[in-house]
């Protein structure tokens, strides 16, 4: 904005003491001080408000106004609180040095000024910005992969000043902008937490979360399937209602039914390190224009994953209409190539299994396990949006089914040369967000196979990972897996014992020893399943509880006499564990 700008706006009641001939200069920002010598916190093209306290006597004024100057203030505006009025020596030197002052009345607070000044400017800066973006939505819709998502953020970094970075839903870090420092994997994690649990809540947005009593984030959903023009005009306009509160009526967020509690789990996020509640309307409606030119951009990328999933789709059809091995072979010959260009020889496969359930029911989840399994089977070492070249996943129903290739050389027994999918690693980046996304809602289960090497072992890799994905269904938790490994011992068993069964089985041999914790704070439970854990050994278990040894004897004594049994006999034992298990 300019000077001129200043002097007309009646509200601000500033009075121009000398530089007529200054007052197309352009101002760029705004800074309150009263230090003698503010040079080292100015950067040029700032109005200057000062109470004049730094003035103790006429002789002040010079060596103040030049500092200004020499720091590349275009004007200085005086408060006349302080002094009553401006005085002449000060008057003076700004005329001397062509630098403008204005005369601020007393009744007119420097908040004030500063308010207008930066509303102003941000509006100004945000529809220069809005130009370049828009140059960029046209090379991004138009022309084939454009900039992609880091070239907007790049925008952002170098125009307005903010800090921004694209994330998945699960907190994996997708574009940032190159000339800024790359937000932390915990942090990306921790936002991502966030914003699936607003999101569920239903609180208004843009969600804001502030880290470590430091940093403020600003979080803009990016949902899929691309809002329109419309809808993101209607977002803006609503963004501020009569109150300033975002009105989630017509924002973009919305959500209802059972489509918006599943695409919440799948929507990418835009966060801004800033507070956006303290943003001009201007900027605000700027950042929904750029989340749309995101979504655009992340619509592309999700049709490029429409052959592979179609592949998978196939396969899947086959192997479940046990179509003859052959064909299911010629199918796999058709895309391996696509799923591992440039492998000569034929890929081992691993099966994983996801399932969403929703509580009280509702529709099929299959969709939505689809666009999460594609993102939880990514790399964690990975960044970008092409992140599933090499991943097939087709839903039928309920669930979802990945077809993962693996190396030739990679074992047929999945995981002895580290190169298979383990079932604990799948989710050790991506529980806590999708915890916080699921909670009170749904749960989320998966199943990893073991890795075959031809078409004939594809249809009992698809049993074993659905065996696999009922047995980490049975355990508690919103998100939870099982792998193949788990189904060759008693644990496979657990998942199919009647629901009274398991209770009263439990509670035969566990309420007793629970009853006394709570009584007495003795800890027997926690000693049974060290006791257990350490093969019944009395020196290993007492040194990983801390105990002396006559200690853990007598825990071990207290819950033989509460229970009944007999832990140096195998059968007792196994029951034990087994309770332990189900519990």
Not at 320 to 328: I, L, N, R
Not at 439 to 458: I, K, P, Q
């Given at each position: 904005m300019r000077l001129r700008a200043l002097l007309e706006t009646d509200a601000l009641g500033l009075a121009l003491l000398c530089g007529e001939d200054e007052l197309d200069r352009t101002v760029h920002g705004v800074m309150t001080t009263d230090l003698r010598d503010p040079s080292r916190y100015l950067s040029g093209g700032e109005l200057v408000l000062s109470g004049l306290a730094w003035r103790r006597d006429a002789a002040d004024s010079e060596p103040f106004v030049r500092r200004l100057v020499q720091a590349g203030v275009v004007a200085l505006a005086a408060g006349e609180a302080e002094l009553g009025a401006v005085p002449d020596d000060l008057v003076m030197a700004c005329a001397r040095h062509r630098l403008p002052l204005f005369a601020v009345h007393e009744s007119v607070a420097f908040a004030t000024v500063t308010e207008h000044v930066v509303r102003q400017v941000s509006g100004e800066r945000a529809g220069d910005l809005a130009a370049v973006v828009d140059r960029h939505r046209r090379l991004m819709t138009s022309g084939p992969a454009g900039g992609g998502p880091d070239v907007v953020l790049d925008l952002l970094g170098t125009d307005l000043d903010l800090r921004a970075w694209v994330l998945s839903s699960t907190g994996r870090l997708i574009a940032g902008s190159k000339a800024g420092p790359r937000l932390p994997d915990d942090v990306c994690v921790r936002i991502a937490t966030e914003q699936l649990a607003a999101a569920r809540s239903g609180r208004p947005g843009p969600h804001r979360v502030t880290l470590d009593d430091r940093t403020t984030y600003s979080l803009f959903p990016l949902h899929?399937?691309?809002?329109?023009?419309?809808?993101?005009?209607?977002?803006?306009?609503?963004?501020?209602?009569?109150?300033?509160?975002?009105?989630?009526?017509?924002?973009?967020?919305?959500?209802?039914?059972?489509?918006?509690?599943?695409?919440?789990?799948?929507?990418?996020?835009?966060?801004?390190?800033?507070?956006?509640?303290?943003?001009?309307?201007?900027?605000?409606?700027?950042?929904?224009?750029?989340?749309?030119?995101?979504?655009?951009?992340?619509?592309?990328?999700?049709?490029?994953?429409?052959?592979?999933?179609?592949?998978?789709?196939?396969?899947?059809?086959?192997?479940?209409?046990?179509?003859?091995?052959?064909?299911?072979?010629?199918?796999?010959?058709?895309?391996?190539?696509?799923?591992?260009?440039?492998?000569?020889?034929?890929?081992?496969?691993?099966?994983?299994?996801?399932?969403?359930?929703?509580?009280?029911?509702?529709?099929?989840?299959?969709?939505?396990?689809?666009?999460?399994?594609?993102?939880?089977?990514?790399?964690?070492?990975?960044?970008?949006?092409?992140?599933?070249?090499?991943?097939?996943?087709?839903?039928?129903?309920?669930?979802?089914?990945?077809?993962?290739?693996?190396?030739?050389?990679?074992?047929?027994?999945?995981?002895?040369?580290?190169?298979?999918?383990?079932?604990?690693?799948?989710?050790?980046?991506?529980?806590?967000?999708?915890?916080?996304?699921?909670?009170?809602?749904?749960?989320?289960?998966?199943?990893?196979?073991?890795?075959?090497?031809?078409?004939?072992?594809?249809?009992?890799?698809?049993?074993?990972?659905?065996?696999?994905?009922?047995?980490?269904?049975?355990?508690?938790?919103?998100?939870?897996?099982?792998?193949?490994?788990?189904?060759?011992?008693?644990?496979?068993?657990?998942?199919?014992?009647?629901?009274?069964?398991?209770?009263?089985?439990?509670?035969?041999?566990?309420?007793?020893?629970?009853?006394?914790?709570?009584?007495?704070?003795?800890?027997?439970?926690?000693?049974?399943?060290?006791?257990?854990?350490?093969?019944?050994?009395?020196?290993?278990?007492?040194?990983?509880?801390?105990?002396?040894?006559?200690?853990?004897?007598?825990?071990?004594g207290r819950i033989e006499q509460l229970t009944g049994r007999d832990l140096s006999r195998l059968e007792d034992k196994l029951d034990f564990f087994l309770a332990l298990r189900m519990s």
């Open positions: 899929g399937g691309g809002p329109t023009a419309t809808t993101v005009a209607a977002a803006a306009q609503a963004a501020h209602s009569e109150h300033g509160e975002h009105d989630t009526s017509a924002s973009p967020e919305v959500r209802d039914g059972q489509n918006g509690r599943e695409t919440v789990l799948s929507d990418w996020l835009l966060v801004v390190e800033a507070d956006a509640g303290d943003w001009a309307e201007e900027r605000l409606d700027l950042l929904y224009g750029v989340t749309q030119l995101i979504v655009v951009e992340r619509d592309r990328r999700n049709a490029a994953r429409t052959v592979r999933r179609r592949l998978a789709q196939e396969v899947l059809e086959l192997v479940q209409a046990g179509a003859a091995p052959a064909e299911v072979a010629a199918r796999l010959r058709v895309a391996a190539p696509v799923l591992v260009p440039g492998l000569g020889a034929a890929p081992h496969w691993q099966v994983v299994v996801a399932r969403i359930d929703w509580d009280g029911g509702g529709a099929e989840g299959g969709a939505a396990a689809q666009v999460l399994l594609e993102e939880i089977l990514v790399d964690p070492a990975s960044t970008g949006p092409e992140h599933s070249d090499r991943i097939a996943v087709a839903y039928a129903g309920e669930e979802a089914v990945a077809l993962v290739p693996l190396p030739a050389v990679a074992s047929e027994h999945d995981g002895a040369d580290g190169r298979g999918l383990l079932a604990d690693a799948l989710l050790e980046s991506i529980r806590e967000p999708l915890t916080a996304g699921l909670d009170g809602d749904g749960r989320l289960t998966l199943g990893v196979s073991a890795a075959v090497h031809s078409a004939e072992g594809l249809r009992g890799a698809l049993e074993e990972a659905r065996h696999a994905r009922r047995v980490a269904a049975a355990r508690p938790g919103r998100v939870c897996a099982a792998g193949h490994h788990e189904l060759a011992s008693h644990v496979l068993l657990l998942p199919f014992v009647p629901d009274d069964v398991r209770r009263a089985f439990t509670a035969r041999l566990l309420d007793p020893l629970r009853d006394y914790d709570r009584r007495h704070r003795a800890e027997l439970i926690p000693t049974l399943e060290a006791f257990l854990d350490c093969d019944g050994s009395w020196t290993r278990c007492a040194a990983r509880l801390h105990l002396h040894v006559n200690t853990l004897r007598y825990r071990v």
